[in-house]
């Protein structure tokens, strides 16, 4: 069963940069798509951005467009989000997730395998 792990999470000052890494520890991530969720308490998970299993097809929630970056890099199997300018309102755990069912999605439903997450909060 594929194992996701995630990293890169910590205290970042509001307008600052974290970048989140998805890794496996067991087999790759090369045969799915993988998705960024976040879920703050009280609040439901929220799909933040996802890239296609080739990296050519990506897409981001309109909350962090033009802010997050997806990326993945097959040489290391591993699936990066580049955060910038972060805001209060971005605090939450994020979590990566691996789904091989459709091309793209934002939505957790189709997901079946998740990392523990990693918890990123801004404040000053």
């Known amino acids: 069963q594929l194992q996701l792990v995630e990293s890169g999470g910590g205290l970042v000052q509001p307008g600052g940069s974290l970048r989140l890494s998805c890794a496996t520890s067991?087999?790759?991530?090369?045969?799915?798509?993988i998705g960024w969720f976040r879920q703050a308490p009280g609040k439901e998970r929220e799909g933040v951005s996802c890239?296609?299993?080739?990296?050519?097809?990506?897409n981001y929630a309109d909350s962090v467009k033009g802010r997050f970056t997806i990326s993945r890099d097959s040489a290391k199997d591993t699936v990066y989000l580049l955060m910038n300018n972060l805001k209060p309102e971005d605090t939450a755990v994020y979590y990566c997730?691996?789904?091989?069912?459709?091309?793209?999605?934002?939505?957790?439903?189709?997901?079946?395998?998740w990392g523990q997450g990693t918890q990123v909060t801004v404040s000053s």
């Open positions: 997730a691996a789904q091989d069912r459709v091309p793209l999605s934002l939505h957790y439903v189709e997901y079946h395998y």
């Open positions: 890239i296609s299993i080739s990296g050519g097809s990506t």
């Open positions: 067991r087999f790759t991530l090369k045969y799915y798509s």
